[in-house]
């Protein structure tokens, strides 16, 4: 019992990352652009994230105001990216796989080296702790599972149903639904296309820069090169594996994490088991639910990937 | 949104150039259409009708030339100007979000009903129910735009221009996909309509012309090559305006053939995409070098027929005997070798691969054949006799044999798969929809070389909405309601009356 407790109130928090990262990469492709520079984004996100406590916040006496702060930054930042790939790949329709892969390697290129430049070597943050909600926190055996984390893993599952009601329930969630599927009837009907691209690519990337930034403030507590460790990718996959719906990422997001834990928690047992395998797990297992997920064409975004050309004749 | 409530008086579009690459689509265009006004766009296809009235509605912008509303010039840089203007647009290729439903769809354009937190669906669907209850065109709000047929979606089209409060109508070839009872109910409809607003339409069906217009302009090659009042002219003048020449629709007058059943459809049963079953024990024979027209209203099955026999979908029980032998549920390879042809409905996504080259596109089905391979290389050589013949010989007007297949006009897309699902000398033809939203004399060219087939002793189904296509080549008519087989009529059996009596669903013609 303890053992599954363990592995449950240990794969929560350890999806957040991916679940918010999913989440704005989901926008992005709902309105028919798929961002593989997520990773990129949320390297820059990570190393923002904790610049600002660790700079202006070392030794204060409350260091929340700039956790608030480094996580606001590495939004905004996030947020720019975002908008910096859509003026290559919308303004200038590049192929937007290839357009992906040059943010990544920028983003988490960029914030190594300033990483180095202003932080050094490895340095730890008080980063953000848990915050045990009152009373809930006791119920035993879901206390520790659900109510005894931080601040941010309880906003990241709210964002699962604001999410979906921004998607299916606000004119603007249907704008971005519409340019992802058929931008020329959006166009027909008087909706700007790119400028709905380009808000979700903002969205997108202020979410992939709060991933970021969750991994550095709140699950590791510091920066290294390594700390985002394809977790952009995966992202991008589970929106895939979730069919570009919200309550599906997340039971993706909490499937590869759970199994994360998992693979920790068979390790930390000393259960006799290869470590080379357990590691592989979660990764075998979104591939092979991925290979066998039904596939719904019909309700996804089929504009996925195509650059938006009022003139072109095909 | 600021909606400007203003009649509009006059519409004036004067010297309209504008070029694509390689295209002179619009050549010193002018036009004018006076408030209450019906004008007629005829011309053939790739005469630039569409580019014309996409720069009128913003989505192109003319090169040369300026538009005028109520005497005063106006720029419309997108359409969102246009609809500010009153100006409002029924395209031809449907322009909808098919994984949305019909009262999302129209949602997108009603901003009235948006507020920055909440989309007021409601106000949408009362709206779309105004609408639907003022003019008779009714539509399921909560289906899914890929759950429709094209005659529906069509529906939501028209429903969808009129919630969104057009003053000045531009409608491109509204009635190609109606029934022929809903073209007749479209037109009164339109007429009335035509009180209070202006008109622009552009068809190819020269009776509504006349039904419809008071004026009328032909284009030609992307310039205007006539301008007058519609009363004074027949429509066989029209059509030799148009065309350049003569038409004459060819017609079916050899007497019916007593061929061997080649295809045999026994109690199939299909399910549509919306899991319901579309196709009821459906019982049909087509013998060889006979034409059976399946005429019924468009989402009765015909989709679901077409797809069903090309090994596309799924058969739940019965069987297609095809020469004896059942291919239901065969791969489509399966059947294609097996020597059926298949002129698809939706041309541009099934017909061709539009990002493909003309001469690619003609050889789809037989790539892998040795005329056309050799350990596993294309023979580009053959590959390029072989569209430079068809391109003679089925009248392809491209360019060149290099140009992507989708950027041809509708008519030359269609004479490109005819061209190679004939050449294939396949042993039976299903031909779905094949003059949808072609001119004259694109479609008189089909219908001879469907006829010539015919006499070469192929059995053919066509698929059709149009009741002249139908009782211009069949032999034999099949009336298909709601899954099955109504009736079927021996052509000398078969007119406008008795046919559209059944496609309403009454079986028996006599009570009426």
């Known amino acids: 019992m303890n053992f599954i407790v363990n592995i449950l109130s240990l794969g929560i928090p350890f999806s957040v990352a991916l679940l918010i990262a999913s989440l704005g990469e989901m926008f992005n492709q709902r309105a028919g652009v798929f961002n593989l520079g997520c990773e990129g984004i949320m390297a820059m996100g990570a190393f923002l994230g904790m610049l600002v406590p660790y700079s202006i916040g070392q030794g204060g006496p409350t260091p929340g105001i700039y956790n608030v702060l480094g996580l606001a930054l590495a939004m905004g930042v996030g947020a720019l990216f975002g908008m910096l790939f859509g003026f290559v790949v919308v303004t200038f329709r590049a192929p937007q796989g290839i357009a992906g892969i040059g943010l990544q390697m920028f983003g988490v290129g960029t914030a190594g080296t300033l990483f180095r430049h202003f932080v050094g070597g490895t340095q730890s943050v008080p980063g953000i702790g848990n915050l045990p909600i009152p009373f809930l926190s006791k119920i035993p055996i879901l206390g520790p599972i659900f109510f ?7 906003l990241a599952f709210l964002f699962v149903p604001t999410a979906w009601y921004i998607l299916f329930k606000t004119p603007w969630g249907l704008r971005v639904r519409a340019v992802g599927t058929n931008p020329r009837a959006a166009d027909s009907i008087g909706i700007q296309v790119n400028k709905v691209r380009y808000q979700a690519l903002a969205v997108g990337g202020a979410l992939a820069g709060l991933a970021g930034a969750y991994l550095s403030l709140c699950q590791a507590k510091m920066f290294s090169d390594e700390i985002i460790a394809g977790r952009g990718f995966i992202a991008v996959a589970l929106v895939y594996f979730g069919h570009w719906h919200p309550v599906k990422i997340m ?4 499937l590869f994490s759970l199994a994360q834990a998992l693979q920790l928690a068979i390790q930390g047992q000393g259960i006799n088991f290869p470590y080379e395998f357990a590691v592989m797990l979660p990764y075998v297992m979104v591939i092979v639910v991925l290979a066998f997920s039904r596939e719904s064409q019909l309700l996804g975004p089929t504009a996925l990937g195509q650059p938006f050309n009022r003139e072109k004749r095909i | 949104m600021e909606v400007t409530h203003k009649k509009i008086t006059s519409l004036r579009m004067e010297h309209i150039t504008k070029r694509f690459p390689g295209v002179l689509a619009s050549d010193d265009i002018t036009l004018t259409v006076e ?20 720069i009128l509605m913003g989505l192109y912008q003319p090169d040369e030339g300026r538009i005028l509303i109520n005497g005063e010039e106006v720029h419309f840089k997108s359409p969102n100007d246009a609809f500010d203007a009153g100006l409002g647009m029924v395209h031809q290729q449907y322009m909808l979000v098919p994984n949305m439903t019909v009262l999302e769809n129209i949602a997108l354009g009603y901003k009235q009903a948006w507020s920055p937190i909440k989309l007021d669906l409601g106000m949408v669907r009362e709206r779309i129910n105004e609408i639907s209850k003022k003019y008779g065109l009714f539509v399921d709000p909560d289906a899914y735009i890929w759950q429709l047929s094209v005659g529906e979606q069509q529906r939501v089209e028209l429903v969808k221009t009129l919630c969104l409060g057009a003053r000045f109508l531009i409608l491109d070839e509204p009635t190609s996909a109606l029934t022929p009872q809903e073209t007749d109910e479209l037109i009164v409809l339109l007429k009335r309509m035509s009180s209070e607003l202006s008109i622009i339409f552009i068809s190819h069906k020269l009776q509504e012309v006349k039904d419809l217009s008071d004026k009328i302009a032909i284009l030609r090659h ?7 009042t519609t009363k004074d002219h027949s429509p066989s003048d029209i059509a030799a305006l148009m065309t350049g020449h003569e038409v004459d629709l060819p017609q079916n007058d050899a007497p019916s053939c007593n061929g061997t059943p080649v295809l045999d459809l026994k109690n199939l049963n299909v399910k549509s995409d919306r899991g319901f079953l579309a196709l009821k024990d459906l019982n049909l024979t087509i013998r060889g070098g006979e034409i059976v027209g399946l005429a019924g209203v468009s989402g009765n099955g015909q989709r ?11 058969v739940e029980s019965g069987e297609i005997l095809f020469f004896g032998e059942n291919i239901a549920n065969k791969t489509p390879y399966h059947i294609i070798e097996a020597g059926m042809g298949y002129i698809p409905e939706e041309r541009n996504t099934e017909g061709i691969v539009p990002s493909f080259s003309m001469k690619e596109n003609l050889i789809l089905k037989d790539s892998g054949r040795d005329e056309f391979s050799k350990h596993s290389f294309l023979k580009n050589k053959a590959i390029e006799k072989n569209a430079n013949d068809l391109r003679v010989k089925f009248d392809i007007r491209s360019p060149n044999i290099h140009v992507a297949a989708g950027s041809l ?8 798969i005819l061209a190679r699902e004939i050449s294939r000398k396949p042993k039976f033809l299903i031909a779905v929809y094949p003059i949808r939203g072609l001119d004259l004399g694109a479609a008189e060219f089909i ?30 008519v099949a009336v298909i309601f709601k899954g099955q087989i109504q009736k079927v009529l021996d052509r000398k059996d078969a007119n406008r009356r008795s046919l559209g009596i059944l496609m309403a669903g009454v079986k028996d013609d006599q009570t009426v």
């Open chain 2, 35 to 54: 408030e209450g006004e019906v004008l007629a766009l005829v011309g053939e296809n790739g005469a630039g009708k569409t580019t014309l009235m996409n």
């Open chain 2, 304 to 314: 679901e027929l077409a797809e069903a026999i090309n090994g596309l979908r799924k």
């Open chain 2, 409 to 416: 006009s509708g008519g030359n897309i269609q004479k490109v």
């Open chain 1, 148 to 154: 005894s984390h931080n601040i941010l893993v309880y």
């Open chain 2, 447 to 476: 219908h001879k070389q469907l006829l010539e087939k015919r006499k070469e002793g192929i059995g053919i189904l066509l698929v059709s909405e149009e009741l002249d296509e139908i009782l211009d080549l069949s032999d034999r």
């Open chain 2, 222 to 228: 992307g310039a205007m090559v006539f301008e007058g």
């Open chain 1, 251 to 254: 039971g993706g997001a909490l």
